[in-house]
């Protein structure tokens, strides 16, 4: 049997959602992906005291050593894997991290849903609008609890914007704004630090693949192209087969917090425009100066990466609606409305503790409801960029409106035998 042929499911046995562990009962993880980000994962599980680490798995076996030795320096003895596949039937998982490429999200998260496990994934959510409809899907079917790794919708001050989201939050529910609203992300919040930073390159040459790692599992579902490091290294995030440049890389840590201030967390944006070179690269991801999109309502989502578009951020408030404006470090005009955010009562609770999720089976704040929606943003503005004009998006039926290419790009195909069960 090869390496990437597809096993069987699953027979490790279930834990019924229903009866979820006691609260002197550690909890098992297991990491899928051992690269830069999955570095801070282990660190997330060597601080939590409610944590056991059960498993590590990584195409390269290397990084695979190198974890280990650290989890067992850590006093995380565990075993490591080269196929998750393998470890998923081996171990005793509770909560698994899915911290791979994305090409990878939804096969993994689903295997390890459909095996019993609670997943913990990076983001995007998945490459393709298309993928997180499967894994949604799997997360209902097997009755588990998700959560997608960004939290500025939860904590913390919002990425450069000086303010948490909260006070914002309660200033958009009174109504103080109006409405619609218009959100602009750049020069307020620093998204072009990496929107344009992820840009991939082409006519690679072939080099020799590394016989520390198994280039076949690292390409799994995605076309099989000859190796070249730049696609395997932090940069694959510049190519559209494992990818979406540097606003797929960030996309929803900025614009999911965007998503629960517009209140939007059930819909999607209806119309897409974007500022870009066309046509794109079919490979390597390019360039681009802005993204606009807008809900039924009127609210606008305004994105800039590069300065071709500084006039449409630069000085401009960060949220801005009939009634009032506000900017960097929560400074508002009228500025009486910074006093009312102050004022007014707190924002619904979240439950930002993965912990109580896995306890209680109750949905973590990001679950996998409000983060397809969110990534399905991300999304958006990648297939206006690559289709090259405004686009007409359904958010029922998840479609664009007689646009043959951009539809194309909700489901691409996966390389056999791999494919979503």
Request: glycine share 8%; hydrophobic share 35%.
């Amino acid at each position: 049997m090869s390496k990437s042929k597809p096993k069987k499911k699953s027979s490790a046995p279930l834990r019924p959602a229903s009866i979820p562990k006691g609260a002197n009962d550690k909890i098992n993880h297991a990491i899928i992906g051992l690269g830069s980000m999955g570095q801070s994962h282990l660190g997330y599980v060597f601080d939590d005291p409610q944590a056991r680490l059960v498993g590590l798995c990584d195409v390269y076996g290397s990084r695979v050593e190198a974890a280990k030795a650290k989890s067992a320096e850590a006093g995380q003895d565990c075993r490591g894997y080269r196929d998750f596949r393998e470890m998923i039937d081996s171990e005793s998982i509770d909560v698994m991290h899915v911290v791979t490429p994305p090409h990878w999200h939804a096969l993994q998260c689903i295997y390890a849903l459909n095996a019993g496990c609670d997943v913990w994934a990076e983001k995007p959510m998945t490459r393709t609008i298309g993928e997180g409809v499967w894994v949604v899907g799997a997360v209902q079917r097997n009755s588990r609890v998700f959560r997608l790794n960004t939290w500025f919708r939860m904590h913390s001050k919002f990425y450069g914007l000086g303010t948490e989201v909260a006070p914002l939050k309660k200033l958009i529910q009174s109504g103080a704004l109006g409405w619609p609203l218009t959100v602009r992300l750049s020069a307020h919040t620093g998204f072009a630090w990496k929107a344009s930073m992820w840009m991939g390159k082409t006519d690679l040459p072939p080099e020799p693949v590394p016989e520390d790692l198994d280039y076949e599992l690292w390409l799994g579902p995605a076309p099989w192209r000859p190796y070249n490091s730049h696609r395997c290294s932090g940069s694959f995030r510049g190519y559209w087969d494992y990818d979406g440049g540097g606003l797929a890389d960030m996309g929803q840590h900025y614009l999911d917090p965007v998503q629960y201030l517009l209140d939007k967390d059930d819909t999607s944006p209806v119309r897409i425009e974007a500022n870009a070179p066309w046509p794109q690269h079919p490979d390597a991801v390019g360039i681009w100066g802005q993204v606009y999109m807008e809900y039924a309502d009127g609210c606008k989502i305004i994105l800039e990466s590069c300065e071709w578009g500084e006039e449409e951020t630069k000085g401009k408030p960060f949220i801005e609606g009939p009634g009032g404006k506000v900017y960097k470090d929560f400074r508002t005009e009228p500025g009486f409305l910074a006093e009312l955010a102050a004022k007014l009562p707190e924002p619904e609770p979240q439950i930002s503790d993965f912990n109580v999720s896995v306890r209680s089976r109750k949905k973590f704040a990001l679950n996998e409801k409000n983060g397809f929606r969110s990534n399905i943003l991300v999304h958006l503005a990648n297939c206006a960029i690559r289709s090259g004009r405004r686009l007409t998006f359904n958010p029922l039926t998840l479609e664009f409106e007689n646009d043959f290419f951009a539809n194309s790009l909700l489901n691409q195909p996966m390389r056999p035998p791999w494919c979503l069960l």
